[in-house]
C-alpha cells in the first residue's frame, strides 16, 4: 500500500480534503465511462497546477510511428496511441472578475469528491476563497450516459457566501490537445471546422493518418435559484476553440447553476457528412430530458447492471468497496455492444500501453463477462479475434513464417502488431495461447459449441501452425523445444523453454487436433468448407503431432518442480523477503540487467499454466510448485495477486488468499505499484471477480456442471454472487456457517457442491 486517502464506503469512492500532490492520482480513480467514450476526472474549471487532462473515444487510435535505435526486420511501424480526444468538459469559471483556479486559491475547505458506482455520477464539492476575498461553494456533479452513449451531462452549481457576486460560466470546447504519450510529439488532431448556432457549439475534427471523423459538441442551460434564465451568450472562438460567456449577477447565498450537455459523434458510426445533425439530434434528446431526468436513467441503468453483477461482502468494507469498484470499472470500459471494441489494459483512464486489446481479454476478462452479462458477449470477443485471424496471419508471415501459420499481436487496435518492445512483440507469444483457451474455455462454460465450426476452427489451425512452424527439434534433448521467448513473467526475456509457453503450445496442437476430429464427424459441411479454405494436409497434421508428443518441459528432480525456464536454477535465488524494501518495486528502482539475472518473477507464470490447467495437475503438484514459485514473486504485474489468490484458496491457505485478494481488488485504489497516477489496471479487475468467484466460491465446470468449494475468509461475515450459466441464473451466498444456493432463472439446474450433486429448482433455496 502506497496511499490510504480513499475513505472506506461500500458504494462510492470518497476523498476529502484537497490536496494538490494527489490530484493526477484522483484523476484516474475517480475516471468515468460508458464503453463508448471515458474521461479522466479533471476539473471542470481552470486548473494551474499539475494534471494529466485526457477524454478518450472508444476505437478512435493515432499509429504513432515506432522509435527505435535500431531497427529490425519485423518490427512493428508503430504503436497505437490512445488518443486524447477533443474536450468538451471545460466551463471556466470567473467570480467577481477573478478565475476559479484550486492551485491559486488562498484556501479550499470541505473539499469532497466522490465516484457514486451504484448509480454512476462523479461528484465533486468545496467552498473556495478567492484571491480577492470573495467566498464560493462549488458543486458539480457528471456522468457519462449509459442509455445515450454519445452523451454526457455536467451540473455544475457555485454560491457567493460572504458577498453578491458577478458569475461568469464559460463553458468551452477545444481541440487544440495534446496526448502525454507519444514518440515524435506529432499532431494527432486537425480541426477541420469550429462553429455554432444559437446556444450550440460544434467542433469537427480528424484524427492524422487513421482519419477518424468527430464532432465535439456542447449545449448549455442556465439557472438561478433552480430556475431556468434566458441568457444570450458571448461567442468568442479560435482555429481550435470555442466558448461561450453567460455573465450573472448573483445575490450572497443565491445559487447560479450551468447545465452543460456534450460528447462526441464519430464516424465509426455516422456518416461523415452527418455528424453534426447527429451531435445535434443528441442534444436535442438531452436538453429536451434535462438533467435530472437523464440522471434518474442513468441510475436505472446502473441498477440493471449491479442486480447481475455484484458481489456483497459482509464485514469487510474495505474489501467490498475494491471489488465494486472493479466491477464499476469493466463496465465502463465494455459493455459488449460493439464488436469492433475490446477491452484497453487502462481503459478511458490514461494512455499508457495503447492499444484496444492485449491477452489479458482471453485469458481474464472473458469469464467475467461470460458470468454476469450472457454468452452473446463473450462470442463478440471470440469474434473479434476472429475478425482479425488474417491480420495475424500476415504478423506471422512479417517474421518468416508460412502456409497460414498465425501470430496474434501482443498489442493491437486493428489486428496489426502495434507494440514497440522487442521481447514482447517478437517474444511473448504465448498470448497465441491465451486465445486458444479462450475459445475452450467458452465452449465448456456455455455449452455453446457452434462458434467452433463456423469460426473458431479456422483460429485454432492457425495458432497450431504457428506452434508447429516455431518449435525446434533438439538432437541433444531429442526433444522439441521453443527457444528465445518471454513468458508471462517479463522480468525474464529471450529466455529458452518457458514452461508456460511450452506448455499451451502443447495443448493447443493437441486441441485442435481433437476439434478437427470432432468437427469431420459431426459438422461435415463445415468441415468441408474449412479444409478447402485451409488446407491442410495429412503429412502437416503428422508434424504436428509430433511436436505435441516430443515438446520439452524443464523439470527439476531436487525441487520436484516444472522450471520456469531452462535457466532459472542458476540465478541467486534469493527470496522476496530477504529483499530490501528499499529495492521496491524493482521496475523503478533497478536496472533492466539487474532485473533479468534476478530470480525475481513479475506475475505468475509456471503458475499461470498450472492456473489454466488445474485438472491436468495434482494438489500435491499445485503446492510444490506454489510453495517454489510464490516465494521468488513480486508482484508487479497487476495481473499477478488474483491468480496467487486463487491458488491459495485451493490449497486452504486462506489468509494469504485474502491477502493476495486485498491486493488485486485495491491495487489502484491504495496504488500499490506507485503508478496509479498514469490510469487503472482496468483488464486486471477481472481477477478481483475471479479471485471471489473461482477463489473463494470455488467455481470450475467440471463434468458439464458447475461445480463449487465455498470457503470464506475469516475477515468476512459473509458474501454473495450471481452467475449466470447457460441461461441459468444462480445465486450463491456464503457465510461462516453454511452456503446457500438459489436458483433465480431456469427451471432446473444440477450442480456439484464439494464434489457432491445437488439438484436446484427454480426459486428454491438449497444448501
Known amino acids: 500500500m502506497n496511499q490510504d486517502y480513499i475513505k472506506p464506503d461500500y458504494w ?36 494551474s497546477g499539475h494534471t494529466f487532462q485526457g477524454s478518450y473515444i472508444a476505437g478512435v487510435y493515432y499509429p504513432d510511428k515506432t522509435r527505435v535505435g535500431w531497427w529490425k526486420n519485423g518490427y512493428p511501424e508503430y504503436f497505437a496511441k490512445v488518443l486524447n480526444a477533443p474536450s468538451w468538459i471545460g466551463i471556466d469559471v470567473i467570480v467577481n472578475g477573478e478565475q476559479l483556479d484550486l492551485y491559486t486559491c488562498k484556501k479550499v475547505e470541505d473539499f469532497k469528491r466522490e465516484l457514486n458506482m451504484k448509480e454512476g455520477w462523479l461528484s465533486r464539492s468545496f467552498n473556495a476563497t478567492l484571491q480577492n476575498n470573495t467566498v464560493v461553494q462549488v458543486e458539480a456533479k457528471r456522468f457519462l450516459s449509459l442509455e445515450f452513449d454519445e452523451l454526457g451531462a455536467i451540473q ?4 457567493p457566501i460572504n458577498k453578491d457576486a458577478e458569475i461568469i460560466f464559460q463553458p468551452y470546447l477545444s481541440s487544440g490537445i495534446t496526448n502525454k504519450d507519444t514518440n515524435w510529439d506529432d499532431k494527432f488532431w486537425d480541426t477541420l471546422h469550429v462553429n455554432h448556432e444559437n446556444q450550440q457549439a460544434f467542433i469537427q475534427a480528424k484524427t492524422m493518418k487513421t482519419d477518424f471523423h468527430t464532432c465535439t459538441f456542447m449545449e448549455s442551460q442556465l439557472f438561478l435559484n433552480e430556475k431556468e434564465v434566458a441568457l444570450q451568450p458571448s461567442v468568442k472562438t479560435t482555429e481550435t476553440s470555442i466558448s461561450f460567456s453567460y455573465k450573472q449577477q448573483v445575490k450572497a447565498n443565491e445559487t447560479v447553476a450551468i447545465h ?68 464499476f470499472q469493466l463496465n465502463q470500459t465494455y459493455l459488449g455492444k460493439d464488436s469492433r471494441l475490446n477491452i484497453g489494459p487502462k481503459g478511458f483512464t490514461g494512455e499508457k500501453y495503447g492499444g484496444s486489446t492485449y491477452w489479458d481479454t482471453e485469458a481474464y476478462c472473458i469469464p467475467f463477462y461470460m458470468a454476469t452479462k450472457n454468452q452473446q458477449v463473450a462470442k463478440t470477443l471470440l469474434e473479434y479475434r476472429y475478425n482479425h485471424l488474417e491480420k495475424a496471419i500476415e504478423n506471422a508471415e512479417k517474421l518468416g513464417f508460412k502456409n497460414g501459420a498465425a501470430l496474434y499481436p501482443m498489442v493491437t487496435m486493428n489486428g496489426e502488431e502495434c507494440h514497440n518492445e522487442w521481447e514482447i512483440t517478437f517474444e511473448e507469444i504465448h498470448r497465441n495461447g491465451a486465445i486458444a483457451f479462450a475459445i475452450y474455455n467458452y465452449h465448456r462454460y456455455t455449452g455453446d459449441y457452434s462458434y467452433i465450426p463456423e469460426k473458431g476452427l479456422e483460429v485454432l489451425i492457425g495458432i497450431a501452425r504457428f506452434w508447429q ?52 464427424a459431426e ?37 520436484q518442480v516444472y522450471l520456469q525456464q531452462d535457466g532459472f536454477l542458476d540465478k541467486e535465488l534469493i527470496t522476496v523477503t530477504d529483499l530490501d524494501k528499499s529495492n521496491r518495486p524493482i521496475n523503478q528502482k533497478w536496472s533492466w ?36 514459485y510464490e516465494p521468488f514473486t513480486v508482484h508487479e504485474s497487476s495481473l499477478s495477486p488474483c491468480v496467487h ?54 467455481m470450475r ?47 432446473v439446474l444440477e450442480i456439484l457442491v464439494n464434489n457432491k450433486p445437488l439438484v436446484l429448482q427454480k426459486k428454491q433455496l438449497l444448501h
Open 12 to 47: 462510492s469512492i470518497i476523498e476529502e480534503g484537497f490536496d494538490a500532490s494527489r490530484v493526477k492520482s484522483s484523476e484516474s480513480l475517480f475516471s468515468i465511462g460508458n464503453g463508448a467514450m471515458g474521461q479522466r476526472a479533471n476539473f471542470e474549471e481552470q486548473y
Open 156 to 159: 455544475y452549481r457555485v454560491k
Open 260 to 327: 452543460k450537455f456534450g460528447g462526441y459523434t464519430v464516424d465509426r458510426n455516422h456518416e461523415k457528412e452527418a455528424l453534426n445533425s447527429a451531435a445535434k439530434n443528441v442534444l436535442k434528446t438531452a436538453v429536451g430530458l434535462g438533467f435530472n431526468a437523464l440522471l434518474e436513467t442513468q441510475k436505472q441503468a446502473w441498477e440493471n447492471i449491479w442486480d447481475m453483477a455484484d458481489i456483497t461482502i459482509q464485514g469487510d468494507i474495505k474489501a467490498q468497496q475494491g471489488i465494486r469498484f472493479n466491477i
Open 469 to 520: 512452424q516455431r518449435a525446434t527439434f533438439s538432437t541433444d534433448k531429442n526433444k522439441y523445444v521453443i527457444l528465445g521467448v518471454t513468458g508471462p513473467n517479463e522480468y525474464e526475456n529471450n529466455v529458452n523453454n518457458n514452461f508456460y509457453t511450452n506448455y499451451l503450445a502443447q495443448w493447443c496442437i493437441n486441441y485442435t487436433l481433437e476439434n478437427i476430429s470432432k468437427i469431420e
Open 523 to 559: 459438422y461435415p459441411s463445415d468441415y468441408t468448407r474449412i479444409m478447402n479454405k485451409v488446407r491442410l494436409s495429412e503429412s502437416e497434421l503428422i508434424d504436428w503431432k509430433t511436436v505435441a508428443e516430443t515438446m520439452y518441459f524443464p523439470y527439476s528432480e531436487k525441487h
Open 593 to 628: 540487467d539487474r532485473i533479468l539475472r534476478s530470480p525475481y518473477i513479475k506475475q505468475a507464470d509456471t503458475l499461470q499454466g498450472f492456473y489454466f490447467f488445474e485438472e491436468h495437475f495434482s494438489i500435491e503438484e499445485l503446492e510444490r510448485h506454489f510453495d517454489f
Open 645 to 698: 489468490s486463487i491458488q491459495a484458496a485451493k490449497l486452504d491457505r486462506m489468509e494469504q488468499a485474502y491477502t493476495f485478494y486485498l491486493r488485486t481488488s485495491r491495487l489502484d485504489l491504495d496504488d500499490y505499484n506507485h503508478e496509479v497516477h498514469e490510469g487503472l489496471h482496468t483488464t486486471s479487475m477481472a481477477g478481483t471477480w475471479m479471485s471471489i468467484v473461482e477463489g473463494f466460491g470455488g
Open 701 to 747: 465446470v467440471k463434468n458439464n456442471m458447475l461445480s463449487f468449494t465455498p470457503k470464506i475468509p475469516k475477515q468476512w461475515e459473509g458474501y454473495s454472487f450471481k452467475v449466470n450459466f447457460r441461461n441459468h441464473i444462480l445465486k450463491v451466498s456464503v457465510n461462516q456457517n453454511q452456503t446457500n444456493f438459489e436458483l433465480i432463472n431456469g427451471e
